[in-house]
Structures are given as structure tokens and as C-alpha cells.
């Protein structure tokens, strides 16, 4: 049962970032891809119908590892107080960003609600970057399950590590990269003309920038966390992960040279769900590892909920799921194709 | 909510009668709804990260029961709402009537079903059914069909639902009062008028009658310490009266200048003006609700609002089966200026529920003490307080705001932003 319900939450977490990474990528790039007010509102009305089902992954995720594993929710969301509080921040001002800029035809309004877009998409994408490498490094739990940890301490990995530090920021800056490449490759695949051009031309140059930062993060990762490949090399088997993750890489610099959006896009999928899937299976079965004392791990085994509560769940999760995949289904369908302007329709 | 069932009520009448002043009627309003659903989305966001965050022990402890309806709003109500709100807002002209309404039925559902499931989480905390405690000392649900079924969920549901619909008809009638106040937009203005009145009279009517009688008795059964201090009852009395009015002095233990209406409470708990209502002295005073005065205000305030709220919807609802209301300017003005209170209402009505729980976090279980984050510490609170504070003022503003443009604008033309580059997605 634990097995079962550590991978729906990894894969809740995967889909999270597979989908709204496409979205937050749009928000750090349209700025620079998007120069004029008519590339700005297609490449925003680009994600509008589909950004806040993007988003409700991480509220299912988050809902989901709620009631499945209590201990690690509770220990978890109190140890990245100040984090989570800024990424919630950040969740509410994104939203305005999005939504609030077409309210009114103002060039200082839309203007400040693109700024904030911008921002507050770029910061997301560093803190989770930095919440991943967080969760690889290990944090200082105490014998009863808890930690706390401040923003930063001295930037060094260590006995008294901060929420940020050389290697989570470093984490950090790849999944800034990642994002902005998935959300440029995303824009090649839903835009048309010059912002298309712009949008493929990023791309390469972040497609390459995230090649050598993805090759940096093996040694990184492994001073971070000495013990990260046990199950690999207990299942060597699993090598096949790090393989397919340099090989999507590999894809996305070939479609996108050939001018193939969806499939470039499609190898960026598949490279964000990878590195996830790489770094679950490195940790299983911790799901947040000790950074001094691994006897403090906190496991599977230790933060399942009840028997009975994780068959119920079984049931109307299998259930639910069918459900929202058919919404997605129905939704993307309907918004498939370029995006373009015209007369028909009122805004929101 | 009540808006969104407001809106499903205005797409059924355009469909059913083929007319299309209710389909600009349902376009109009589905604009405030897409600015109230932003500020409830990223509000409401927070709200599922904090049980982990400030509520860390609660969480540990609770997470096998409360984190499944958590879990399966998200799962069957945030998809299912974010989904069909896009193709609401964006699809109508790519769907057929019947599509386009069966859209705004569903974001009528998913957000019903939000609700509920929140309700649910809420009325274990106030009630716990249907659990055990496993030998680490957490909780684990023993029949699922049990916790959604809480008799107390379901009371509290139909009382918070109807709630919103009030919410809902009186801001309608608000801007349709304004409009013929006005006279400017007053044919929309009167079909506002003609549907809020109506959904207001039987979402008043309900709030008191059932669904509040029988959430108080029920909270009279098994939370007598919160209904005791509620009403200001601070000794045990046969045929206990009603406080209409008084402040609450709860070191003399007695209210001052009081209003009260003798043998009521006795009546409207038990059906006789003799039974025995229990009051605090019976209550060990460590287990006394806190803030006591905050609560029975709140309550109080509850109670005479929404006894405003069916006074005046049934005066409306008479004017306009006379076909006097849209000349009776003494009425309107009432329906314009109200559209505040039924916020105000649901707060102290939250807060009644809330504070009325204290001392527990989980009614009899778990004490409020024992519940929150040990090592966030005040200062780490504060700081994410204060923030919130600041974001929700500005969450404020914007909205008053933009739903101010709204309807300034008026519902028989679309927006001039929206005119000069509307967009679809091709």
C-alpha cells in the first residue's frame, strides 16, 4: 500500500509540474519573447483557459499527500514555513498577473500585471527548484518528526543547513531553466509569426544552458547526498532513467532544430517527468530524508495514514483521477490549435 | 456558490423560454463570478497548506480522516470547476445553448461540491464521527460512508449553502435596485430584481427555517457549552428567554441592559416554554468557548441579520407579486444598500461555529493548544500574518474595483476593453 501511494503522489507532483511548468514557463518568458501588446495577449490567452486546472494538481497533490502520508505533510509544510508562505504568495499574485491584466485597456495596468506575471512566475520556478533539492539534500529532522529551517544560514551544506544554499540554489536555477524552456517550447507549439521565431530562438539557447546545468547537478547532487544512488546501484536497471533524461535533452536540441514543436515539446515533457521520477526513485523508500541522522528519516512506513483510509482512498481516487482526465481531455481539445485573435467571444 | 447557481438559474430560463435577455443577463453576471472565483481560488489556496503549516500537530494527528475530503475536493471539485469555468467564460460561442449551459451547471456543481467536502472536513473538527484511534496516537476513519454522512455536516451544509445564495440574491437585487435607482440599464435592472427577490425570499426563509432551527438544536445537543455562550447564558433556568439585545459581563457573569423575551430559548430548543436549558455554570469553566463576548456577538449579529434579510425579502417578494416593486423607491434603496450584510452575516456565522468549538480544535478530542506548529515560532507568524494582511488588502481593493467597472459598465453592452480586442482562442 505505501509503494502504491508514494508513486500516486510522485506522479501527482509530476503531472503538477509537467502541466503548470508549461504555464509559469509562459509567465518568466513572455516578456522578452512577447514584444507587443498583441504577442502579449496571445501568448497570455495562450494559457488562459488551462492555467488554474494546471494549477490544481499541486491542490489534489497536496490534498493527497495530506491524508495518505499526515506525518510528512505536517512535518513538511511547518519545517518550509517561510518558503511555503512565499510560494503562496507568489500562487496569489501570479493569478492576478494572469487574469487581472485584460480588466483594463490601460498601458500602466497591463504593464504592472505583466511585471508581476514575470515575477512572480520566475521566483516560483527558483523555489521549487530549491524545494526538490531541498528534499534530495535532507533536512535536520529531530527524533519526533519535526524541523524547522530559516530561509538561509550560511549557504553551506551542513549541520545547520538553510532552506537555501549553494546546491538548492543551483536546483533552483535549473528548474528556472527547465521551466523557461518548457514554456518556450510551449509558445513555439501554440504561437504563430514573429513571437513563434522568438520563442524557438530561446529555446535552443536554453535547451543547451539546461544540458550543462543537468550534467553540473550529477556531482552537485552527489556531494549533497553521498548515499543518493543505493537503489540504482541496487537495481542497476534504473540507469535507464539518467539515460532517457540526457536522450529527451538530446531531443528536444533535434526537433527544435528541425522546427518540430510538439515533439520538442513533447520531449521536455518527458524530461521534467524523469528528473522527478529520478530523484523519487533515488529516495525511496524516505520520502524526506534526515540530514544528520538517517535513524530520523522519515519513511513510508512511518508517515502512512491507517489501512482502512488508504483502500477507501484507492476507490474514489482511482475514480476522481478517470474524471479529471476526461476534463483534461475535453479542454485541451476544445483550446487546440494556434492562437490568434479575432472578434468573436468576451474576455473575463 | 450562490452565485453560480444564480447563473445556472438565468442560462435555464434564456434556454427554456428562448430569450435572450437572460443569456446577457448569465454573460454579465458570469463576469463577477470570474472575479469573485479568482479571489476565492487564491484564497482558498492557502487555507489547504495551512493545516501543515500553523496546524502541524493537528495535521499529524488527523491527517487520515480530515486529509480525505481535503483530498477529494481537489480531485472531484477543482478539476471539474477549473475545467468548465474556461469553457464557460471562453466557449459560448464555440458551444451549442445546451453545451454552454450544461458548462455552467458544472461550475455550479464543482463549486457545490467544494463546499460540501469542506463542510465535511469542518464538521468532523465540530463533531467527530466515525473514527479510532490507532496506537501512534493519530486517527484513522472507520466507515467513510459515516464521515460523509455526519449528521452535522449535512445540517451545516444545507445552513452554509442557503447562506450563499442569500449572498448571491442580494447582490443581484443590489445592482438591479441600483440600476432602476438609476435609471439607466433598468430593464436588466428589473430582470435582476425579479430573480434575486425570488431565490432571496426562499434562501432566507430557509436559512432560518429549517436549516437554522436545526442546527441550533443539534448544537444544543451536543455542544451546550457554545450555545449556552452564545446566547449569554450564564446559569441554568427553566423556561429559559431569549437575548434579543445586551452586553455580555463575563467576570459579574450577567448581561447588561438587557432585552429579553421570556420562556423562547426553552421553546426553540426543546418545543416547551418550561425544559431546562443548560447554562455555563454547568460547564467546567476551563472548557468555557474564548473569546466568550466575540462569540456571542457574532452570534447575535448572525441572528439579526438574517432576520433583517427575511423581513425585507418578504416585503420585496409581496411589492413584486403586487407589481409595486420597481416604484417603491423605499424599498429599493433598502435592497441597494444591503448587499454588505449578507458577507457580514456569513462571517459571524463562521465565527459563531469556530469560536463556539473552543476550547477544542476537534470537539472533545483535541485542545486548540495541542494543535498548532511547535516550531514555527510567534515572530516566523507574525511576519507570514502580516503578509497575508497586506496581500488580502490588496486583494480587496482590485476587487472592489473591477467589480465596480463591472457594473458601471452595465450588462447591455459588453466592456469597451472587451469590445475593442476580444479573443478566442481559433
Known amino acids: ?28 518568458l513572455h516578456l522578452f519573447v512577447a514584444r507587443t501588446e498583441q504577442e502579449r495577449q496571445i501568448s497570455v490567452r495562450s494559457i488562459g483557459p488551462v492555467w488554474d486546472g494546471n494549477e490544481v494538481w499541486l491542490l489534489a497533490g497536496g490534498g493527497t499527500l495530506y491524508f495518505a502520508f499526515p506525518l510528512l505533510y505536517a512535518s513538511a509544510f511547518s519545517g518550509f514555513y517561510l518558503a511555503l508562505m512565499i510560494v503562496l504568495w507568489l500562487l496569489i499574485l501570479r493569478a492576478l498577473g494572469v487574469e487581472l491584466r485584460m480588466h483594463i485597456e490601460s498601458h500602466v495596468w497591463r504593464a504592472f500585471f505583466d511585471g508581476m506575471f514575470f515575477i512572480s512566475s520566475l521566483l516560483l520556478a527558483i523555489f521549487y527548484g530549491a524545494a526538490l533539492a531541498n528534499v534530495i539534500r535532507g533536512v535536520p529532522l529531530g527524533a519526533d518528526g519535526y524541523f524547522f529551517l530559516p530561509l538561509w544560514t550560511n549557504w553551506r551544506i551542513g549541520p545547520q543547513p538553510g532552506i537555501l544554499d549553494w546546491y538548492t540554489v543551483i536546483g533552483g536555477l535549473l528548474a528556472l531553466v527547465a521551466l523557461s524552456l518548457h514554456g518556450a517550447l510551449y509558445l513555439s507549439v501554440k504561437t504563430e509569426s514573429q513571437l513563434q521565431e522568438r520563442s524557438r530562438f530561446a529555446a535552443r539557447y536554453l535547451c543547451v544552458t539546461l544540458l550543462a546545468l543537468t550534467i553540473f547537478s550529477l556531482p552537485a547532487t552527489m556531494t549533497a547526498r553521498p548515499d543518493g544512488l543505493q537503489n540504482y546501484q541496487h537495481y542497476p536497471m534504473l540507469f535507464v532513467i539518467p539515460a532517457a533524461i540526457f536522450a529527451a535533452l538530446i531531443g528536444i536540441l533535434y526537433f527544435s532544430g528541425k522546427q518540430e514543436d510538439r515533439k520538442a515539446f513533447t520531449c521536455s515533457c518527458i524530461y521534467l517527468a524523469l528528473m522527478l521520477v529520478g530523484a523519487a526513485v533515488a529516495l525511496y523508500p524516505r520520502l524526506l530524508p534526515s540530514s544528520n541522522d538517517s535513524a ?53 | 456558490m450562490g452565485l453560480a447557481l444564480l447563473i445556472v438559474v438565468l442560462k435555464s430560463i434564456a434556454l427554456h423560454k428562448k430569450d435572450e435577455r437572460y443569456n446577457q443577463a448569465a454573460r454579465f453576471w458570469a463576469r463577477i463570478f470570474a472575479v469573485n472565483f479568482l479571489v476565492g481560488v487564491v484564497t482558498g489556496i492557502p487555507m489547504e497548506f495551512q493545516f501543515g503549516t500553523n496546524w ?16 477529494m475536493e481537489g480531485v472531484f471539485s477543482f478539476f471539474l470547476e477549473s475545467a468548465f469555468l474556461g469553457l464557460f467564460l471562453f466557449g459560448e460561442k464555440r458551444l451549442s445553448p ?33 473514527y479510532r484511534i490507532l496506537p501512534n496516537g493519530s486517527y484513522e476513519v472507520t466507515s467513510f460512508w459515516g464521515l460523509l454522512t455526519n449528521p452535522w455536516a449535512l445540517i451545516q451544509y ?21 440600476y432602476v435607482l438609476e435609471n439607466q440599464f433598468s430593464e436588466s435592472g428589473k430582470l ?83 425544559a431546562e436549558v443548560q447554562g455555563l455554570d454547568k460547564i467546567p469553566r476551563d472548557q468555557w468557548p474564548e473569546p ?63 469560536i463556539g468549538r473552543q476550547p477544542w480544535i476537534v470537539y472533545g478530542l483535541i485542545r486548540t493548544d495541542q494543535g498548532y506548529s511547535k ?8 511576519f507570514t500574518l502580516l503578509g497575508f494582511m497586506g496581500m488580502y488588502s490588496l486583494l480587496s481593493i482590485l476587487f472592489i474595483v473591477l467589480i465596480y467597472r463591472i457594473i458601471a459598465s452595465g450588462p447591455e453592452k459588453i466592456a469597451p476593453a472587451l469590445v475593442a480586442e476580444p479573443i478566442t482562442v481559433a
Not at chain 2, 101 to 117: K, N, T
Not at chain 2, 234 to 259: C, S, Y
Not at chain 2, 332 to 350: E, K
Open chain 1, 1 to 28: 500500500m505505501g509503494f502504491i501511494w508514494f508513486w500516486i503522489v510522485a506522479v501527482m507532483i509530476v503531472a503538477y509540474v509537467v502541466f503548470d511548468g508549461f504555464d509559469i514557463g509562459v509567465g518568466i
Open chain 1, 296 to 348: 530520523n528519516d522519515i519513511t513510508i512506513q512511518k508517515a502512512i495514514s491507517g489501512p482502512h483510509t488508504l483502500q477507501v482512498g484507492l476507490i474514489w481516487w482511482g475514480f476522481g483521477m478517470c474524471l479529471a482526465i476526461m476534463y483534461f481531455v475535453v479542454v485541451y481539445r476544445m483550446f487546440r490549435g494556434k492562437v490568434s485573435l479575432d472578434s468573436s467571444g468576451y474576455g473575463h
Open chain 2, 56 to 71: 502541524s500537530q493537528f495535521a499529524r494527528a488527523t491527517g487520515g480522516v480530515i486529509g480525505q475530503p481535503l483530498a
Open chain 2, 98 to 130: 445546451r453545451a454552454h449551459w450544461a458548462s455552467a451547471f458544472m461550475v455550479f456543481l464543482g463549486s457545490w461540491i467544494s463546499g460540501f467536502f469542506i463542510i465535511v472536513t469542518n464538521a468532523w473538527m465540530q463533531h467527530p464521527v466515525a
Open chain 2, 158 to 178: 444545507a445552513h452554509n449553502m442557503s447562506g450563499a445564495v442569500i449572498t448571491g440574491s442580494f447582490a443581484m437585487c443590489a445592482v438591479g435596485a441600483f
Open chain 2, 192 to 274: 435582476f430584481l425579479r430573480v434575486g427577490v425570488i431565490a432571496g425570499i426562499i434562501s432566507c426563509i430557509t436559512q432560518i427555517f429549517p436549516t437554522g432551527d436545526i442546527h441550533g438544536r443539534y448544537m444544543a445537543k451536543h455542544q451546550p457549552a457554545s450555545v449556552a455562550a452564545m446566547e449569554g447564558l450564564f446559569h441554568t433556568q427553566r423556561g429559559a428567554g431569549i437575548v434579543l439585545m445586551g452586553q455580555p459581563d463575563e467576570e459579574k457573569q450577567t448581561i447588561d441592559n438587557p432585552l429579553v423575551v421570556n420562556n423562547v430559548l426553552s421553546f426553540l430548543i426543546y418545543g416547551t416554554t418550561k
Open chain 2, 292 to 354: 466568550l463576548p466575540l462569540l456571542y456577538y457574532a452570534y447575535h449579529i448572525m441572528a439579526g441579520l438574517g432576520t433583517y434579510f427575511a423581513l425585507l425579502m418578504v416585503v420585496a417578494g409581496f411589492l413584486l407579486w403586487r407589481g409595486k416593486l420597481f416604484a417603491t423607491r423605499w424599498v429599493l434603496w433598502p435592497l441597494m444598500l444591503s448587499f454588505p450584510l449578507p458577507y457580514i452575516a456569513n462571517t459571524a456565522g463562521w465565527m459563531t461555529a469556530e
Open chain 2, 375 to 382: 516550531y514555527v515560532s510567534a515572530g516566523n507568524g507574525l
